[in-house]
């Protein structure tokens, strides 16, 4: 029986969204700003990386041709040695949210048919009673931030602050989300944790998609960094998505990263977790050394988004694609007959582009594994197509709107 392998890399969208205009991203492009920025050698950083953006990898299963079915503009990055090897296209996201649980609802068959409640872009953002609650019932002094913010730039601005005076830094985005900063020694981690519970219950009326712990140490003098200790407190997803299905069929399922907090840990299986896309890799191998037949893991790099899409990072983010990359071998190495490999994105996140939020963009899907024909699987009217295909590939129920690319003749 087929296992899958399900990936998602975290905001690497491929541009050319449709209805990017509602979200004020007309012409935002993650992976082909990136590629383009290094073709013009503004992707050269001293000690980490230079030249245009070299993913062999990832360009012989189709990147670049994924990339361009979706933008209608050449990938301005080398193209791939030799012939392609993968299945490879692209998918038009139909939940209105830009955002991680939107993303991958979607992927795994359930797209968001309701809409996320967002806190405006005023100060104070969140609503009077809202506070005065967290307040009362964390037992606090107050709050300080009560804003739109990039929360590396929050901390830098508030840290001390915040420090001194014991109100946590609770700050806001595009996204359907209520973030909590607080320093891990000072205010104290399980603290935070706690605070967040009350938090995820006050703000469940609100239908706001998560509350996030955002620990973080340092002082004054050394500066303030976030720790790998975030933790979202997210409402769970719409029943049957693909994870439902196959815990249902008693399958294995492993989750990797932060896929059990995206899915409020229903259905998610074995969680692995560790900080950075390169340890999280070399916890996933593995894992996929290990994965029963008919299973599947379910994994997210979120580093690209966190430490490159958000920070507006353009060298960072193509050189964590380029080590994302390189290690595919690795995990090529270790697959079976019969197994598929899906990577795709859950929303952009340019790093070229205005801000430090999402970007509204159409999102690259590649498949790949031993006895997998290369095709092109073109246009995904949704993400929830990857969702169909992994119910196919593991001979689970349909469910959604999803429609499989895969047929049996395709596999052999
Ligand atoms: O700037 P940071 O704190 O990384 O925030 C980002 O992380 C949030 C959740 O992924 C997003 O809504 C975005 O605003
Ligand atoms: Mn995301
Ligand atoms: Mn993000």
């Known amino acids: 029986m087929a296992r899958v392998f399900l990936i998602v890399l975290d905001s690497v969208g491929c541009g050319g969204a449709e209805d990017a205009e509602a979200y004020g991203d007309v012409g935002a492009d993650t992976l082909g700003h990136i590629a383009a920025a290094c073709a013009r050698g503004d ?9 245009p953006l070299r993913l062999p990898f990832m360009t012989r299963l189709g990147l670049g041709l994924a990339a361009e079915a979706s933008t209608g503009r050449a990938w301005p990055a080398p193209a791939a040695e030799g012939a392609i090897r993968g299945q490879w296209g692209y998918g038009v996201e139909t939940s209105r949210g830009k955002d991680t649980p939107s993303g991958h609802w979607e992927i795994v068959g359930t797209p968001v048919d309701f809409d996320w409640g967002y806190f405006p872009d005023t100060q104070p953002s969140f609503p009077a009673d809202l506070t005065a609650a967290l307040v009362r019932e964390g ?5 300080l931030g009560d804003k739109h913010a990039s929360g590396t730039a929050i901390i830098d601005e508030l840290g001390a602050e915040h420090m001194r005076t014991g109100k946590p830094i609770c700050y806001t985005s595009v996204d359907s989300v209520l973030q909590i900063a607080a320093h891990e020694e000072t205010f104290g981690l399980e603290r935070l944790y706690a605070l967040c519970r009350i938090g995820r219950r006050l703000c469940d009326p609100l239908r706001i998609g998560r509350v ?8 004054p003098e050394t500066g303030f960094t976030r720790t790998a200790n975030r933790k979202d407190f997210a409402i769970p997803p719409p029943d049957g998505t693909i994870l439902d299905r196959a815990v249902a069929a008693g399958r294995e399922v492993v989750s990797v990263g932060k896929i059990g907090d995206i899915f409020a840990h229903r259905a998610t299986g074995r969680e692995v977790k560790a900080g950075g896309n390169m340890k999280l890799f070399d916890a996933m191998l593995p894992e996929v050394e290990r994965l029963a037949h008919g299973g599947l893991l379910f994994a997210n790099f979120v580093d690209f988004d966190t430490e490159f899409g958000h920070r507006r990072d353009v060298p960072g983010y193509a050189a964590a694609l380029e080590a994302f990359d390189a290690r595919l071998p690795e995990l090529e190495q270790r697959l079976r007959p019969g197994d598929v490999v899906i990577l795709t994105a859950d929303h952009g996140n340019d790093p070229t582009w205005r801000g430090s939020d999402h970007t509204r963009e159409h999102t690259p899907i590649l498949a790949f594994g031993p006895g997998l024909q290369p095709c092109p699987i073109g246009r995904r009217e949704t993400l929830a197509d990857v969702g169909a295909t992994v119910a196919t590939a593991l001979g689970l129920p349909a469910h959604g709107p999803g429609r499989s690319w895969i047929h049996q003749e395709m596999k052999r």
Do not use: K
Request: aromatic letters at 4%; zero cysteines; charged letters at 20%.
């Open 43 to 51: 992707g050269d950083r001293a000690g980490l990386r230079s030249g």
């Open 139 to 143: 037992g606090l002094p107050g709050i």
């Open 212 to 219: 996030i712990a955002r620990p973080f140490l340092g002082g």
